[in-house]
């Protein structure tokens, strides 16, 4: 998936959010509207119907500004074909993604010789990250708002993902990452999302608090090492499925650093071949059936 396509995808899936950021007034009535215009077919972003204002609203996301034909040409060919199917007014928008070159000069305007035609531009690098931030919708464009510390602006993306409810976070987690990599270097990317997830789950901080307990009486250190394999074994059920006997038993002779390489290793698996293989790495011999 293209990073255009991808913003496309997530301002069709919430189209009153995008229309409330882009106009910085709440809207609550949006209808999506079909994006292939008229004539020689071409295919906007993204076109809704602002049913309380009686206005088009049409975005165009870019990562750069070179195109064929040139953009603001594009924008003017968007405005009038949106024109013709609709007889309604129409504000335009094209968010860039990224800063272009040094000394790039960017149009928000056509103009050859009585034609002018105007449109408005959004660079993201310059907006407040805050709104991005609040706003699980637009979650995935945070970290490419403006910022003096990069790193530390991820840092708090990857703590908003992973503040969502379990249904939205693996979507928003991957629309976030995927963006993120127009930025920032796929290894940060990884190495900062893995260990969010890690911090958040319920199962990673049992085993370190194991960790920390391990000078107490043996009692209590099985006590909670009970407990840890408890929370191994539920979010293995939920990941991979029901586990075989053989499986439980295993599970019950690690120890608490095999526990906690299992916590960290759990969150890639997704079928239980996946726990298979982990096992054999512990030269375990076990054979799931």
């Avoid at 928000?108 to 408005?120: I, M, P």
């Avoid at 690690?254 to 997704?270: M, P, R, T, W, Y």
């Amino acid at each position: 998936m293209s990073f255009d396509n991808l913003c496309k995808l997530l301002s069709e899936k919430h189209p009153a959010t995008f229309a409330s950021w882009i106009l910085g007034t709440p809207q609550t009535s949006v209808k999506v509207l079909k994006t292939e215009l008229s004539i020689e077919p071409i295919r906007a972003d993204y076109v809704t119907f602002l049913q309380l204002e009686g206005r088009i609203l049409h975005l165009e996301f870019q990562t750069k500004l070179e195109s064929t034909p040139p953009l603001s040409l594009r924008m003017l060919d968007y405005w009038v074909r949106l024109y013709r199917l609709y007889r309604l007014p129409i504000t335009q928008v094209v968010v860039l993604l990224l800063p272009p070159a040094a000394g790039t000069v960017i149009e928000t305007v056509f103009c050859v010789e009585t034609t002018r035609h105007e449109y408005r531009v959004i660079r993201l690098w310059e907006e407040n990250p805050e709104l991005f931030l609040n706003e699980p919708a637009l979650l995935p464009l945070a970290p490419l708002a403006a910022t003096t510390q990069p790193q530390a602006l991820l840092q708090q993306v990857v703590v908003k993902v992973n503040q969502l409810e379990p249904r939205q976070r693996p979507e928003i987690s991957a629309y976030t990452q995927i963006l993120a990599g127009l930025k920032y270097n796929q290894g940060l990317i990884r190495q900062l999302f893995r260990e969010g997830m890690m911090r958040e789950s319920v199962i990673y901080q049992e085993i370190l608090r194991e960790g920390e307990q391990l000078g107490e009486q043996r009692g209590e250190l099985r006590g909670r090492k009970a407990e840890g394999q408890l929370l191994i074994l539920r979010q293995l059920t939920r990941r991979v499925g029901e586990l075989p006997q053989e499986v439980l038993d295993r599970i019950e002779t690690l120890s608490l650093e095999q526990l906690e390489n299992l916590g960290e290793a759990l969150l890639d698996f997704q079928a239980i071949a996946d726990l298979e293989t982990w096992f054999g790495t512990l030269d375990v011999g076990v054979k799931i059936t």
